[in-house]
């Protein structure tokens, strides 16, 4: 099989699982556990990329990191074309902002808070301005999620499934009350056959 996912577990690439699942493409899985205590990935995963990080595919060969590319990549090159908002339009650009802005603008202040989390009393001069940024981030997709459900059009797009993972952050931090779509969105994306799927496939996630 050429294709393949690295897939470390508690990860960003289980949207890459799923998104697989939705285009019913065929591939294979590397398993990878986090070290128990630093939570970091094991030092295996930078034999196969130097930063060591997941999500990361191999294509015939190719290694391709960065979930965002990867995503582009397989909808492109897997049948996940129907993912994609046509290109020229204004839903395609929309679809490329989502695209980076879920990996880009909403992880930074997920990844500050779980970092200073470690740091106790130390984090308390910062804490204000994270819980103010993801407030600020949260509320905005809050604000961008349609009628339907899904951030652009009426179906499911490949943005809805890297959105999945700060949508799914924010639920966990308790913030169902103040952002019910957003909470209605991540229990809509877990309602899908092919989301399910991928959890089994690659296992249970920070709580999921």
Request: with cysteine.
């Amino acid at each position: 099989m050429s294709l393949i996912v690295h897939h470390l577990n508690n990860s960003r690439s289980q949207r890459i699982l799923w998104l697989l699942e939705e285009i019913g493409a065929a591939y294979e899985i590397k398993y990878y556990d986090r070290d128990p205590g630093t939570n970091l990935a094991p030092p295996e995963l930078i034999a196969v990329h130097p930063l060591g990080k997941s999500p990361v595919i191999e294509d015939n060969g190719r290694v391709i990191t960065e979930s965002g590319a990867i995503t582009e990549y397989l909808c492109e090159r897997h049948g996940g074309g129907h993912l994609v908002p046509e290109r020229g339009t204004d839903d395609h650009i929309s679809h490329l902002e989502w695209l980076h802005f879920a990996e880009g603008s909403a992880m930074t202040p997920i990844l500050l808070r779980i970092y200073t989390a470690r740091l106790g009393e130390a984090a308390a001069p910062i804490e204000p301005r994270i819980a103010q940024q993801l407030d600020a981030h949260f509320a905005y997709m809050e604000s961008r999620l349609g009628k339907s459900g899904h951030f652009i059009g009426d179906d499911l797009s490949a943005a809805d499934i890297m959105l999945s993972f700060p949508a799914e952050i924010a639920i966990m931090q308790g913030m169902a009350p103040r952002y019910p779509k957003l909470a209605a969105f991540v229990n809509a994306c877990h309602d899908r056959p092919a989301w399910r799927r991928a959890r089994e496939t690659g296992g249970a996630y920070y709580g999921y």
